[in-house]
């Protein structure tokens, strides 16, 4: 395999020294980038575009074609898990993901298997090689997943939803099915980021998009646990390289220090945590990933540079910080003013690594 011309990325993930900050973006690839939008249409559905590895490399590849970003992320999604056990997973114009047969108690929970990456989910580990063929050591690749937790709320909802009832009534009324649940579900994620690894992503970052929800007991013993199991059991070196992982709980700014204790190499910030005060509650023991307000994208772009001061300021001197935003970027975002984000930290974030 070529050795990197960009590693910038996995140095600040292991608090080594780089010579400014590094970038990527949540979402990078998708609906605000018009060949995105081409592509997708030509593809048909979403599912369709995930399950063909050329097409799934190519929109990978989009955003870094326009953009000097300092990673590349596979595009998938998190529910290829669920999809995999045999839940149906579709997706409806403008509600979302969904499921044709949700999870909802114990006898169903029993039933569900161990997705065997290299089968159920060989189109996933397809695009990770193409990608990382097709990357020629440019930038390095992240893989992902989705964590425990989180899939969990899309298997017992079947899809999104405002206010979890249906996932907490389980979790209240029976925790030992959601127990199993979240067991397989922990089981089934550190097989598919070992086997992602193993099929070249040079880091890996599990999304918690959901752990915000519950209340700190119930974070550690429904989500936290399930993920420092995963953190555990990952493959941390590949190519005499360290594998970085990065938790992201969004919301979860109060639980940082937990969450470093895990093992993980990284944490993911939301935008209603000072990256300041991220960092004193995690002591430098961890790399930092975030946390711009993704509808910042919206202001011009004066404002867009004035935004990534104050959060390079916030951060403060040293390593050990990766720019992103705080969630995903919004389809309707003007694709020059990611552009100008991006170049305000190319700009201003060099003053911080003297
Ligand atoms: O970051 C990237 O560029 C990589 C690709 C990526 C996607 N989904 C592509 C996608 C990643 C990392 C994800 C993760 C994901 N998927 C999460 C965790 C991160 C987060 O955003 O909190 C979650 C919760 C999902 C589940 C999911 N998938 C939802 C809720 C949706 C619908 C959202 C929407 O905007 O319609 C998806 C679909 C999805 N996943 C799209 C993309 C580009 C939009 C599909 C399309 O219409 O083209």
């Given amino acids: 395999m070529s050795t990197l011309q960009n590693d910038l990325y996995l140095r600040a993930l292991l608090r080594e020294p780089t010579e400014r900050t590094p970038i990527w973006m949540m979402r990078q690839a998708g609906r605000y980038l018009p060949e995105y939008r081409e592509?997708?249409?030509?593809?048909?559905?979403?599912?369709?575009?995930?399950?063909?590895?050329?097409?799934?490399?190519?929109?990978?590849?989009?955003?870094?074609?326009?953009?000097?970003?300092?990673?590349?992320?596979?595009?998938?999604?998190?529910?290829?898990?669920?999809?995999?056990m045999g839940l149906g997973l579709y997706f409806e114009a403008g509600e979302g993901p969904k499921?044709?047969?949700?999870?909802?108690?114990?006898?169903?929970?029993?039933?569900?298997?161990?997705?065997?990456?290299?089968?159920?989910?060989?189109?996933?580990?397809?695009?990770?090689?193409?990608?990382?063929?097709?990357?020629?050591?440019?930038?390095?690749?992240?893989?992902f997943s989705g964590s425990p937790w989180t899939l969990a709320t899309y298997m017992v909802e079947g899809g999104s939803t405002k206010n979890f009832s249906v996932v907490k009534k389980l979790m209240f009324a029976d925790p030992q099915a959601m127990h199993l649940l979240l067991d397989k579900l922990a089981d089934s994620v550190a097989t598919y980021l070992n086997a992602q690894i193993a099929a070249g992503a040079q880091a890996v970052?599990?999304?918690?998009?959901?752990?915000?929800?519950?209340?700190?007991?119930?974070?550690?013993?429904?989500?936290?646990?399930?993920?420092?199991?995963?953190?555990?059991?990952?493959?941390?070196?590949?190519?005499?390289?360290?594998?970085?992982?990065?938790?992201?709980?969004?919301?979860?700014?109060?639980?940082?220090?937990?969450?470093?204790?895990?093992?993980?190499?990284?944490?993911?910030?939301?935008?209603?945590?000072?990256?300041?005060?991220?960092?004193?509650?995690?002591q430098d023991k961890v790399a930092l990933q975030g946390n711009m307000d993704p509808s910042v994208l919206y202001a011009p772009p004066a404002r867009i540079e004035d935004e990534v001061a104050t959060i390079l300021a916030s951060y403060g001197q040293g390593h050990g910080h990766v720019f992103n935003l705080g969630h995903g970027i919004h389809p309707e975002v003007d694709p020059d003013h990611a552009g100008a984000f991006i170049e305000a930290v190319h700009k201003l974030s060099p003053a911080y690594h003297r």
């Avoid at 065997?116 to 990357?135: K, W």
């Fill in 99 to 143: 499921f044709e047969r949700p999870v909802r108690d114990l006898a169903s929970i029993q039933k569900l298997g161990v997705p065997d990456p290299e089968q159920e989910l060989g189109y996933v580990m397809d695009a990770v090689r193409t990608i990382r063929r097709e990357l020629h050591g440019k930038v390095p690749l992240i893989g």
């Fill in 205 to 282: 970052m599990i999304f918690d998009t959901w752990g915000g929800v519950l209340s700190p007991r119930d974070y550690r013993e429904f989500s936290l646990n399930y993920m420092q199991k995963i953190v555990s059991r990952l493959t941390r070196e590949a190519d005499g390289r360290r594998v970085p992982v990065t938790l992201f709980t969004k919301g979860g700014g109060a639980w940082l220090a937990d969450m470093a204790a895990t093992g993980a190499d990284a944490l993911g910030v939301d935008w209603t945590t000072d990256l300041g005060v991220a960092r004193q509650r995690v």
């Fill in 39 to 84: 592509v997708r249409k030509h593809a048909g559905d979403f599912m369709a575009l995930c399950k063909n590895p050329e097409l799934a490399c190519e929109v990978t590849l989009q955003p870094l074609r326009r953009f000097p970003l300092d990673a590349a992320i596979l595009f998938s999604d998190i529910l290829t898990i669920p999809d995999a």
